[in-house]
T-cell receptor
Framework: DAKTTQPNSMESNEEEPVHLPCNHS???????IHWYRQLPSQGPEYVIH???SNVNNRMASLAIAEDRKSSTLILHRATLRDAAVYYC???????????FGPGTRLSVLP | SQTIHQWPATLVQPVGSPLSLECTVE??????LYWYRQAAGRGLQLLFY??????ISSEVPQNLSASRPQDRQFILSSKKLLLSDSGFYLC????????????FGPGTRLTVT
């Protein structure tokens, strides 16, 4: 499985945008990019996913580099409830499983 | 909507004792199901996944086994627990096989003493 690398931790101020980076230089053409987040003592929660084009939903936006070797999860206005560990994961098309790395711990300061 | 149920929420077991964790799914049929383990402060490790009744794929060699006796039931077991089996165990399902968006249960925190 292709590997992703993310910063261990990031900080943001409340109500400011947050850009969470993810590098996946060994991504293959059929790998989807998924983002999940995990609040303390809870299971992960799906955030967004994409293949080549940028994606938007009610939670976040996903910006995918043209060469697909990196992507950025964008939270447009961070709230205290967004403090969590964010995981960037690659899933092969028709692949059954996900490989979760250590993720980025996001702290949101009031 | 689809919901994953897991129990118990917390469990303390002695080394060498057996384990059985149950996961049930509500609101869908024939889901892909997954068991993950998360050690303290670490990411999730995929243990097993299942695409249907009686079909189990193991991702890592370990002291654990899984079974899927019914479409919406996924069980994680061990005959003899080790200290290293401590962790947060999560069951997950896939909403649809187009997006592979996973939804997770509340988890079971297992402490082996």
């Amino acid at each position: 499985d292709a590997k992703t690398t993310q910063p261990n931790s990031m900080e943001s101020n409340e109500e400011e945008p947050v850009h969470l980076p993810c590098n996946h230089s060994t991504i293959s053409g059929t790998d989807y990019i998924h983002w999940y987040r995990q609040l303390p003592s809870q299971g992960p929660e799906y955030v967004i996913h994409g293949l080549t084009s940028n994606v938007n939903n009610r939670m976040a936006s996903l910006a995918i580099a043209e060469d697909r070797k990196s992507s950025t999860l964008i939270l447009h206005r961070a709230t205290l409830r967004d403090a969590a560990v964010y995981y960037c994961i690659l899933r092969r098309n028709y692949g059954q499983n996900f490989v979760f790395g250590p993720g980025t711990r996001l702290s949101v300061l009031p | 909507s689809q919901t994953i149920h897991q129990w118990p929420a917390t469990l303390v077991q002695p080394v060498g004792s057996p384990l059985s964790l149950e996961c049930t799914v509500e609101g869908t049929s024939n889901p892909n199901l997954y068991w993950y383990r998360q050690a303290a402060g670490r990411g999730l490790q995929l243990l097993f996944y299942s695409v249907g009744i009686g079909q189990i794929s193991s991702e890592v060699p370990q002291n654990l086994s899984a079974s899927r006796p019914q479409d919406r039931q996924f069980i994680l077991s061990s005959k003899k627990l080790l200290l290293s089996d401590s962790g947060f165990y999560l069951c997950a399902g896939v909403k649809d096989r187009a997006s592979y968006e996973q939804y997770f249960g509340p988890g079971t925190r297992l402490t082996v003493t």
